[in-house]
């Protein structure tokens, strides 16, 4: 893992002192909330509506069992006994004073952790797989790079006011994990013909109001060049992008409007001024930081297969979540874990001060001491011996992380929604826990297979629901939640912006529509082996819409 | 009939608060400073800009209320969640310590 030095302490160090004078000025008036809003939110406080929140970042959603085991006693001591994951793979604290805030962020840098840059118009937390050093299929770790942007984006002097937010998100293997192409920069670390790490770029994707696929711009980028082009990207931005309207200040809409071959040349011109800088990466560089994230010397644990056949056979159970949560690893002998924050009914992302000291110990006994924050709102465990999956298993039973539905229809991304966001327009947690109640049976779901629902509650769309194979957004219409649904929306390589399927559907009518689609889905499939996804892609909207809204026809 | 009340969070924790008849932030909106007209309504809105310049509470806001018996029912499902607490944790927010209003 990445180690503070001397400058990262000192920086972070610095900027809490800071934080705590600018607190103290506000607390006795001397600041106003107009003059301190923006300093409270560079510091990753929001007000939300029932009291302050603290956004604290993690990077590339990378965590040890320090860590881990901080977040929780700041859970225990500051707040309500627990922390929200977010689909940014950070953690939340939803009841914090403002007057202790100071003492969290001290606590935050005592484990190398921070909450900057995790609000405001600048380059937020640097996102990548979450299975980043371990997959099987990776062709390069992306966290030290993600490393290098986030040391190169923090406080950049240059980048600190930008038109709107700015957020990078990176994957080392073709199997896009970290939905690169919704993000507004988005790398693609591969290698070429030649065996030359490099980077294919993307510009321009994104959420919100207006959801965008992002463009190719550069199907290989040499390693060195990652931040004079990143520079040449985010400068390009920085002076053409919209600052009249907030709605359409971010990139995706300067792509959009400018054109993909136009904005390309502009950023070309700019690269080719700077590309020479002290911005080009030297080797010894990246090897430096590369080394933090050598991979762990794994001790060889071939017994562990053989051992394995006969636990699956005498648990039904554990053999279900072996078969769900658990995926290749690089190293045979090893899997890598996910732990399912989607307990059936539970609050998506939610983990209690316990849950995170559980996953602190067993990270540290079992899987080196590593711990991952997932985009999809769960904990990973990276490298476990496949000869611990039994005892792992059996200790994440203990406090409910045993869940066996990682990439099923009950591994819901949600949103905090209008039960705690002050942005949110309606509920999204109670609409996740009822779909995950009414799914929950562990053989129904199998047979459903593959699915990703996704559900915001508002516009901005922090659920994801664009890229959810079923996306549910809920809006205000007429004083009452009112949920639109998507189908066929995907934040994978074969990145799609679901399809609104028609009218919205009422607090009561949701759960029933979303079965509704769901059985459509299994009458139509091919087989069990074509996912839902793949079956609307086949057929496109209109047997879902037929089963949605001849139904609704019929009954009136 | 919709009424309305001054309702803000408190600067220090971003406890959710609303300005009582006394004059005084109150944690819960049972006495809350109710306006019926106009003027009343424009007062409501003065005695937010002086809280916020005393540095008492942010993020101050006239809002619409329901009076139902001795109740205060806010309007809007928003002001309402803020009234109480997160719908999904009812063992958090005011609702935990006060289980009676829904």
Known sequence: MYRYDEFDHAFVSARVEQFKDQVERRLSGELTEEQFRPLRLMNGVYLQLHAYMLRVAVPYGTLSSRQMHKLAHIARRYDRGYGHFTTRQNIQYNWPALKDIPAVLDELASVEMHALQTSGN????????????????????????????????????EFSYLPRKFKIAVTGADRDRAAIQVHDIGLHLKKNEAGELGFAVYVGGGQGRTPM?????????????????????????????????????????????????????????????????DLKLPQE????????????????????????????????????????????????????????????????????????????????KFSYDEIRVSHEQNLVLPHVAIADLRIVYDLLLTDGLATANAGLITDIISCPGLDYCALATARSIPVAQRISERFGNP??????????????????????????????????????ELYQISLGGSGDEICTIGDITGRGFSSEEIVDAIETIVDRYLEIRTDKEETFLATYRRVGAAPFKDALYSEVANAA | MSVKVLTANRL???????????????????????????????????????????????????????????????????????QLGPTIRLDLGKQAEKPKAA
């Open chain 1, 443 to 480: 053989e129904r779901q199998a047979d459903i297979g593959e699915l990703k629902l996704k559900i915001s509650g508002c516009i901005n769309a922090c659920g994801h629901h664009h890229v959810g194979h079923i996306g549910i957004l809920g809006v205000e219409k007429k004083g009452e």
């Open chain 1, 122 to 157: 600048c380059i937020r937390n640097v996102t990548a797989d979450h299975f980043a050093g371990a997959a099987a299929d990776e062709v390069g770790d992306p966290r030290p790079y993600a490393e290098i942007l986030r040391q190169w984006s923090s406080m950049h002097p």
């Open chain 1, 285 to 364: 560089d990246v090897d430096a930081i590369d080394t933090y994230f050598a991979p762990p010397n794994l001790v060889q644990r071939p017994e562990g297969w053989s051992g394995l056949a006969a636990a699956r056979k005498a648990d039904h159970a554990f053999s279900a979540w072996v078969d769900q949560n658990v995926t290749p690893h690089k190293n045979p002998d090893y899997g890598v874990v996910t732990i399912s924050l989607k307990p059936i009914g539970g609050i998506p992302g939610d983990a209690t001060d316990a849950q995170m000291d559980l996953v602190a110990d067993i990270a540290e």
């Open chain 1, 213 to 277: 696929v992002a463009k190719k711009i550069r199907d290989f980028l040499p390693v060195e060049d990652l931040l004079t082009y990143t520079t040449a990207i985010v400068r390009v931005y920085n002076l053409s992008g919209r600052r009249d309207n907030k709605y359409k200040a971010r990139i995706k809409i300067l792509v959009h409007e400018t054109g993909t071959e136009e904005i390309t040349r502009q950023i070309e011109a700019e690269w080719q001024a700077i590309k020479e800088t």
């Open chain 2, 12 to 82: 220090t924790d971003g406890e959710v608060v609303w300005l009582g008849a006394n004059g005084e932030w109150l944690e819960h909106i049972d006495g809350a400073l109710i306006a019926r007209h106009a003027e009343a309504v424009d007062a409501l809105e003065e005695a937010g800009k002086s809280a916020i310049k005393s540095n008492l509470v942010i993020d101050v806001n006239v809002i619409d209320v329901e009076e139902r018996g001795t109740d205060l029912y806010p309007v809007r499902l928003r002001e309402r969640i803020r």
